[in-house]
């Protein structure tokens, strides 16, 4: 089956640097995302890894091992409003997008 | 942002009685997508669209029904809805091309079966 794994919840403080982990094992890969959502809002789109490595985005960075199927988002100089959910997502073979059930990531002041 | 709106944004329905929740999109993208999420779940896909009258089903079609009559428009029917369907409904789009198949995501329908 598809399966993709990430931490439930997380907490960090304000002005530090948090990573969330996600493994998965799918049919096939094109492709993996990540989002962030708000509670109450819909997913918003924040990166997309197809080859090995690390993309970087602002304070937002994201790698990617396709061997180890692996992956973390990287998030520095937290701010209050990072708090939300962080959804990893993998595009399988038939392009069709398998989601993790999101990590809640709490930033303390 | 995306041009997505959905409708209703809160349904609050009896069990036995059809629902249609309906996307719209201004964006003219080839893929519509809906989805359900649900606690402790991640998004999981009931149907999708990859053009006018072109559908197919996802991880958990069951109950659920869709049409696409027109490329704006996206509608989702519960022919009777039961308990085990309240929870929030996405639509997304696509278009699919290129690099990225990034999806945008509506606001949500928020879906209570009493």
């Known amino acids: 089956g598809q399966n993709i794994d990430q931490p439930t919840e997380m907490t960090a403080t304000e002005g530090a640097i948090v990573q969330i982990n996600c493994t998965y094992q799918?049919?096939?890969?094109?492709?993996l995302f990540w989002y962030q959502q708000h509670a109450g809002e819909a997913p918003t789109f924040l990166s997309y890894?197809?080859l090995d490595g690390l993309e970087e985005k602002g304070r937002f960075s994201s790698f990617l091992s396709r061997s180890k199927g692996y992956s973390y988002l990287l998030l520095k100089e937290l701010q209050m409003k990072d708090s939300a959910s962080y959804l990893c997502?993998?595009?399988?073979?038939?392009?069709?997008?398998?989601w993790g059930a999101g990590t809640k990531l709490i930033i303390k002041p | 942002d995306a041009g997505i709106t959905q409708s209703p944004r809160h349904k609050v329905t009896e069990t036995g009685t059809p629902v249609t929740l309906r996307c719209h999109q201004t964006?003219?993208?080839?893929?519509m997508y809906w989805y359900r999420q649900d606690p402790g779940h991640g998004l999981r896909l009931i149907h999708y669209?990859?053009?006018?009258?072109?559908?197919d089903k996802g991880e958990v079609s069951d109950g659920y029904s869709v049409s696409r009559s027109k490329t704006e428009d996206f509608l989702l029917t519960l022919e009777s809805a039961t308990s085990s369907q309240t929870s929030v409904y996405f639509c997304?789009?696509?278009?699919?091309?290129?690099?990225?198949?990034?999806?945008?995501f509506g606001p949500g329908t928020r879906l209570t079966v009493t």
């Open positions: 799918t049919s096939g890969f094109n492709g």
């Open positions: 964006e003219n993208h080839r893929y």
């Open positions: 669209s990859y053009g006018v009258k072109d559908t």
């Open positions: 890894n197809v």
């Open positions: 997304a789009i696509s278009d699919g091309q290129g690099d990225y198949y990034e999806q945008y």
């Open positions: 997502a993998v595009m399988d073979s038939n392009y069709q997008l398998i």
